[in-house]
């Protein structure tokens, strides 16, 4: 495994081993970012990284196609948003779920239907 940005020897050097498969998923962003998907299957696995991993894909490609080496800060903020519009969507879907379900049951019971 050949790390070949700072922001994923930035990611390797907090991440606990147990959580190594992200490391991984870098490094395969790393080797993705600057080549086109030559199969079906390639490019089912870059769109996959690119949804699972936006945040990095992006920092990735950044550094790797301009140079940019972006601030810890900066990395951090960006992580730290997306982790939290994630949290959202969850509870907002979980709670669209629930009051879905309240209502199915509501309308079961109002048809007759046992509780």
């Known amino acids: ?3 070949k940005t700072q922001f994923v020897m930035d990611r390797f050097a907090e991440t606990p081993y147990e ?12 080797e993705w970012v600057t080549r086109k998907a030559n199969s079906y299957a390639s490019a089912m696995l870059i769109t996959s990284l690119r949804t699972r991993h936006p945040v990095e894909w992006e920092f990735i490609s950044r550094e790797l196609n301009e140079g940019y080496i972006a601030p810890a800060d900066e990395v951090r903020q960006a992580l730290d948003g997306h982790k939290a519009q994630i949290r959202t969507a969850e509870l907002e879907k979980a709670k669209a779920e629930a009051e879905h379900a309240i209502s199915e049951w509501k309308a079961w019971r109002k048809a007759g239907g046992r509780a």
Do not use: G, H, N, P
């Open 1 to 3: 495994m050949k790390v």
């Open 19 to 30: 959580q190594r498969s992200y490391i991984f998923a870098l490094v395969t962003i790393e």
